[in-house]
């Protein structure tokens, strides 16, 4: 008996039967004694659609408009779930993110979680009842509206965790558990029984779609310890936690990125203060740089070659053409993906690049750029050959089971 936080994403709640499914597992969890609050997305595709209808009428809309329109889908979820758990015959209510509580900062379509003000929500779990919380909306300090990045429910369900000290946060998807590599791409992916926070993020930053990097971060913070596990098929899924008294595996996952952007300049100036010149200048435009590469100088001049999101690679080329000189060639190749290895052992086991290098090489892929952090190897690649690299790369490091 305690307090379960239970998450339930998009594809849980797609359609009455799925809404029914999820009820019934809210449910159970409440009549085995447990407090419960839930945090749902919209249902199915609903965020997408809606984004549709606004490009329909206008792509340049206001952030803030955009907002107000996305919470709508997780409006619909919120109240359609209550009702399902309502026939079900237990005691429940709905609420909006602003209604539990949830205030966030004004950056429309991306916005943090400043606080969580629980009293709402500990009045409702005080009535005993079953409460149904939108995720990925908060509001800001004018009273607006805010969502918090694609996949942001995540983050909601975690931090309600977090704010009331919840005995456990239980984040239910349309797979078993977080797996070594996305098991809708590679066959032989193999489900993960735990995962440290770090390597989750890792995961989650690099491309691994199942939980949201902000989430685990979270949970990082205030030690909330996950469970990604399956809405349809109840058996155990993966815990992410801590550390201390895992067993250390050399290669936890294999990601794939393709949301990226390779700009290149080539012709620099060799002269100080130029890098500083470049990056400050994208900074300012709050453009986030990924990998970064500077050739030698020869002759005068050097090449700088970075990454970024794939929206901001023409916006980067457009900034950097104002402020640099014209005998500088600016492109930018957006048919570039990054395929990245995660996993904590690898800090203390050489050879582990060469072996990712190896794998590449034999199925005739050729690496871009190369970055690297104690606990990960990411290559940038041709967009094209990205889902045959992910398999090889699994392939040469998780054999199949
Ligand atoms: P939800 O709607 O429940 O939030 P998401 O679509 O955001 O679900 O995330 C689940 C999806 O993440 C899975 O369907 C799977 O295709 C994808 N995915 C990518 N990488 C992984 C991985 N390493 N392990 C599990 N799922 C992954
Ligand atoms: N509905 C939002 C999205 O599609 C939030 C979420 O699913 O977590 O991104
Ligand atoms: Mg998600």
Redesign the pocket.
Known sequence: MGLIVQK?????VADAERVMNVAGIVTDTYKKGNDVVVVV?AQGDTTDDLIEKANEINPKAAKREMDQLLTAGEQISISLLAMAIEKLGCPVISLLGWQAGFNTNSIYGSARIKHIKPNRLQAEIAKHNIVVVAGFQGINRYDDLTTLGR?G??TSAVAIAAALKADKCQ?????E?????????VDN?VKLKEITYDEMLE?ATL??????NRSVEMAKKYGAELE?LS?LNPIPGTIVKEAAKMEKMLIR?V?MDKDVALVSILNLQDTPGIAFKIFSKLSSKNINVDIILQSFGRDGTKDIVFTVNKDNGPVAVELLKGLLDDDCKIVCNTEVAKVSIVGAGMESHPGTASKMFEALYESNINIQMISTSEIKISVIIDADSADRAVSAVHRAFIPGE
Not at 8 to 12: R, Y
Not at 171 to 175: A, F, G, L
Request: aromatic share 8%; hydrophobic share 30%.
């Open positions: 339930f994403g998009g594809s849980s997305s996949g429910s995540d984040i239910y998807t349309d797979v558990g977080v797996y070594t590599a996305d098991p809708r791409k992916a995961l491309g691994a779609q199942v939980l949201n990604v809405s996952g990601t």
